[in-house]
């Protein structure tokens, strides 16, 4: 009995030295460029997690604004004159003119953008109504022109009165402007 206590005995210390000694063997510390590295390595795929995150989020308000009919805001002439102010060497003066027609108009020409879109839909849903005869339909249709035609003239004469302010010179500067839309338009 003393002999297997003795032999099961001598067999656990071995066992735990080569434990011991094989666990040693595998766990060896990383050396500060190791370190470095593994450090590199979780930041960029901590980096990319996040890019993927915001791309996803980025597509999904795309998404939305699609889903509700929002577009990106157009900008009115006079905004494009504005933005251009350097390039067509503009004056003080003429800065002030055309923020005021701006100013002026911007009431109005808000609820002129609303009107065609606004007619638009109940011109559609008469389209669309089994119930409806073709004299409203038309009636429908012509409101809808109407209300388009109001907004157009509206802006035309908003540009005259801005044309006015411009020189010849700064006409035609402005009229050589190719805008970020009609580039992506000719390609």
């Known amino acids: 009995m003393k002999l297997t206590k003795l032999k099961i005995s001598s067999i656990l210390f071995t066992m735990l030295f080569l434990g011991n000694s094989i666990a040693s063997a595998e766990y060896k510390p990383y050396t500060d460029k190791e370190q470095d590295i593994q450090q590199q390595k979780s930041e960029r795929r901590q980096s990319t997690k996040i890019n993927k995150q915001s791309q996803k989020e980025n597509k999904q308000d795309k998404k939305e604004m699609k889903q509700k009919g929002m577009k990106e805001k157009a900008k009115s002439y006079s905004t494009i004159v ?11 003066e003429q800065l002030g003119k055309i923020m005021r027609i701006q100013m002026n108009h911007k009431k109005a020409r808000k609820e002129l ?3 065609p ?8 849903k008469e ?10 339909i038309r009636k429908a249709n012509r409101a809808h022109t109407d209300d388009f035609d109001a907004l157009v ?21 402005l009229q050589a402007i190719k805008l970020p839309a009609e580039e992506a338009m000719a390609k």
Not at 82 to 92: G, I, K, P, R, S
Not at 129 to 136: E, K, Q, R, Y
């Open 82 to 92: 504005l933005e251009q102010a350097e390039v067509l060497n503009l004056t003080d």
């Open 113 to 115: 953008l609303g009107n």
């Open 117 to 124: 879109r606004k007619s638009m839909t109940k011109a559609l």
């Open 127 to 136: 389209l669309r109504n089994p119930g409806a005869t073709v004299d409203s």
């Open 153 to 173: 003239e509206a802006e035309i004469i908003i540009r005259k009165n801005i044309d006015a302010t411009l020189t010849l010179e700064q006409r035609k500067k």
